[in-house]
């Protein structure tokens, strides 16, 4: 239970107005003859009363909010476990989002009466269909809202066990939400990839220090956090990261990720074989002098990084 000295649970409320109404039979313009099924097997769905474009903003705020969120927490208690050292850094880029949210929900509104008429203009025919689901601006308003809770939990005296059942299945999410990061990581930068750039560490380094800042939910985190900190530090910090540097960030990403496609990189990258050299011939060196000299390919000695060890399964 000394884990809710640790952390602070923040609920995320981030409300949007869908532009949408339900569809009346009366809305619809159907042939002579025609009939609608009846309502127990199908519904007619909805209509939308305003260009949704104008309302896309709003719900890319509440994503951002979201990620801004998961970057430090955890899902937990419908709502995230966010780490008390986290908090304020945390509510500080939750009010920038939270302004320029209230920012474009002031312009909205601003300009709501003229949206639904260039939205009727958009389709002509269908005026009065859109004009009967028009909400008032009133009713708009309160759809559109941001609001921030943060608090502290503790069990009621005697019935401890549910609450002690949640905590002790955060270091499961905290793994599930990892793991999700680290395989779409993986394919959407390394996945047929020999090499990756700079850019491609910045998620991984996100994730780890996601883990770093909830490794208190579990003790045996810390040496996790320990080799990948290691590993990501000795990469090279400018140019490509490929060969051994690479097979090495396969392997963190594998941990991560349990993905056997990153294992297999990080396992098997093929490594550069010496030379071996040739026995000198003496008998034949006046002759080689007397011709042209043949363009020699050099192959550059890379030098690879030990592979990095796998955690204990139960970890990711």
Request: glycine share 8%; proline share 6%; charged share 25%.
């Amino acid at each position: 239970m000394n884990i809710l000295d640790n952390i602070v649970i923040l609920v995320l409320s981030v409300s949007l107005w869908t532009g949408r109404k339900q569809l009346r039979e009366e809305d619809l313009k159907l042939a002579d003859g025609s009939e609608l099924p009846p309502q127990k097997l199908a519904s007619l769905g909805s209509k939308r009363v305003m260009d949704p474009a104008a309302l896309a903003p709003f719900a890319t705020f509440k994503r951002r909010a979201e990620r801004t969120v998961l970057a430090v927490g955890t899902r937990f208690l419908g709502g995230y476990a966010v780490p008390v050292e986290k908090l304020a850094g945390l509510m500080a880029e939750l009010d920038v989002i939270k302004g320029e949210y209230n920012a474009a929900r002031i312009e909205f509104l601003s300009e709501y009466d003229q949206a639904v008429q260039d939205w009727k203009a958009q389709n002509p025919g269908w005026e009065e269909v859109i004009a009967s689901a028009v909400e008032s601006l009133e009713y708009v308003k309160g759809q559109l809202a941001f609001r921030v809770q943060t608090f502290n939990i503790n069990p009621v005296e005697g019935h401890e066990t549910g609450l002690e059942t949640e905590i002790n299945g955060l270091a499961d999410q905290l793994r599930h939400e990892v793991r999700q990061q680290a395989r779409l990581t993986w394919e959407g930068s390394f996945r047929g990839k020999l090499e990756v750039g700079q850019k491609t560490v910045r998620p991984i380094r996100a994730m780890l220090e996601k883990i770093e800042g909830l490794v208190f939910l579990e003790p045996g985190l810390n040496e996790l956090v320990t080799g990948i900190r290691s590993t990501l530090t000795s990469l090279p910090k400018t140019g490509p990261i490929k060969g051994g540097d690479f097979a090495a960030l396969c392997g963190v990403i594998h941990l991560l990720g349990n993905i056997p496609e990153a294992r297999e990189i990080a396992e098997n990258l093929p490594v550069e074989e010496e030379p071996v050299e040739e026995p000198i011939d003496e008998s034949a060196e006046e002759l080689e002098a007397t011709e042209e000299p043949n363009e020699i390919e050099v192959i550059p000695d890379l030098t690879y990084l030990p592979q990095f060890e796998e955690a204990p399964a139960e970890w990711f």
